[in-house]
């Protein structure tokens, strides 16, 4: 099993609805997440962090967190064209600088 | 967010020559950075993990040899391809982070090799 798991996709969502990414990860004292967002030819850039169980609203984006479930999600409201890009999950494993797992990315299509 | 430059941005090299690429952290403090790689529509892929005054440790199948990684100070790291061959064109991105806080991204490096 791999440490962070993500639907590799594509997804694709008209512009307007909700887009929901989904992360499952295997450590269970993981304590923090992370979700990036990757367009095309560019470096990863950091969107939302999340530490406690629940929901974390930034903007269109809020991040859920099922610590009992193992598992993270991403949802974009009203999902615009520009959000099209392939999105990361991180999560950091157990303490440690090192710690840090990406998973493999879901490629997100936002349809005009 | 924090600010991790990386430089050059791309570069054109020609076959078994070495080229170095820089990452700085200009911020914050890294006590930690992570060199990637990353071929077209494909994932991120690790290839070592470097503290600050420490060895790098090197993923599965990433030459130490041929990827020298030296991370000699809080702020900055660097990444030598040696012998570059066309088969080590790719987009070479590295990360940082802080302790066990968020990672933060530089710019990428496109190397191409002729």
């Known amino acids: 099993q791999k440490e962070v798991e993500q639907n590799s996709g594509p997804l694709s969502v008209p512009e307007g609805a909700i887009a929901s990414l989904n992360c499952t990860y295997s450590d269970r004292v993981s304590q923090s997440f992370f979700w990036y967002r990757q367009y095309s030819g560019k470096s990863p850039e950091l969107i939302m962090s999340i530490y406690s169980n629940g929901d974390k609203e930034d903007g269109r984006f809020t991040a859920q967190l099922n610590k009992a479930s193992q598992y993270v999600s991403l949802l974009i409201r009203d999902s615009q064209p520009s959000d099209s890009a392939t999105y990361l999950c991180a999560v950091n494993m157990r303490t440690g600088a090192n710690n840090l797992f990406f998973g493999t990315g879901t490629r997100l299509t936002v349809i005009p | 967010g924090a600010v991790v430059s990386q430089h050059p941005s791309w570069v054109i090299c020609k076959s078994g020559t070495s080229v170095k690429i820089e990452c700085r952290s200009l911020?914050?403090?890294?006590?930690?950075m992570f060199w990637y790689r990353q071929f077209p529509k494909q994932s991120l892929m690790l290839m070592a993990t470097?503290?600050?005054?420490?060895?790098?440790?090197?993923e599965q199948g990433v030459e130490k040899d041929k990827f020298l990684i030296n991370h000699a100070s809080l702020t900055l790291s660097t990444l030598t391809v040696t012998s570059a061959h066309p088969e080590d064109s790719s987009f070479y991105i590295c990360?940082?982070?802080?302790?066990?806080?968020?990672?933060?991204f530089g710019q990428g490096t496109r190397l191409t090799v002729v």
């Open positions: 911020d914050f403090q890294a006590t930690t």
């Open positions: 990360s940082a982070r802080g302790g066990d806080a968020e990672a933060f």
């Open positions: 470097s503290n600050e005054g420490s060895k790098a440790t090197y």
